[in-house]
């Protein structure tokens, strides 16, 4: 899983990285560090990134969640400056 660039200014692109093949991105989830859900997503089909931007946001660390088509979560952290 990548952010690039990290950090960012709210705009950022997501890869999903040494996947096997037939596996993708269904769900993009991206929170505050208090839980609070500020974007999500959903496909219709696969992808293997995708470019998010979240316009004006609190400079910040907040949460990435990515779900899989396999059903398999991917979390991590980016920064907004």
């Given at each position: ?80 400056k």
């Amino acid at each position: 899983m990548k952010v690039i660039p990290n950090p960012n200014t709210g705009e950022f692109e997501l890869t999903l990285h040494s996947s096997p093949e037939g596996i993708g991105i269904v769900k993009v989830e991206i929170l505050k560090m208090d839980g609070k859900k500020i974007y999500e997503k959903e496909y219709a089909g696969q992808i293997k990134y995708t470019k998010i931007n979240l316009g004006k946001r609190v400079p910040g660390i907040y949460l990435y969640k990515l779900t899989d088509t396999s059903g398999k979560k991917y979390i991590g952290k980016l920064m907004i400056k």
